[in-house]
């Protein structure tokens, strides 16, 4: 069956970093576009960098760029969103998701995990 399990999610000062993992089964990882998701609590879901099939482009939110990274390393079968210099605001439960077609919008995804917590605190 498919599956997009993430990991890595955990408290950290903010400054520090984070790398979280998204490991797939069940489908061609490389014919797929990913995307990585958050929500916080009273907030709606918001994609915050995805990554292309066959890694053609990689695209990130204004709010993160400069800071987080997607990465796709198809041996693995794994996605990652290496993510630095942490704010408060980053707090979330993030979320990985897979689909045919690269995009900003999260309903445009046919698979997701279960998502990680991310907390960002002093």
């Known amino acids: 069956q498919v599956q997009l399990v993430e990991s890595g999610g955990g408290l950290v000062q903010p400054g520090g970093s984070l790398r979280l993992s998204c490991a797939a089964s069940?489908?061609?990882?490389?014919?797929?576009?990913i995307g990585w998701f958050r929500q916080a609590p009273g907030r709606e879901r918001e994609a915050v960098s995805w990554?292309?099939?066959?890694?053609?482009?990689?695209h990130a939110a204004d709010s993160v760029k400069g800071r987080f990274t997607i990465s796709r390393d198809t041996d693995k079968r794994t996605v990652y969103l290496q993510m630095n210099s942490l704010k408060p605001e980053d707090t979330a439960v993030y979320y990985c998701?897979?689909?045919?077609?690269?995009?900003?919008?999260?309903?445009?995804?046919?698979?997701w995990g279960q998502g990680t917590q991310v907390t960002v605190s002093s």
């Open positions: 069940g489908f061609t990882l490389d014919n797929y576009a």
């Open positions: 990554i292309s099939r066959s890694d053609i482009s990689t």
């Open positions: 998701a897979a689909g045919r077609i690269a995009a900003v919008t999260w309903a445009r995804y046919d698979y």
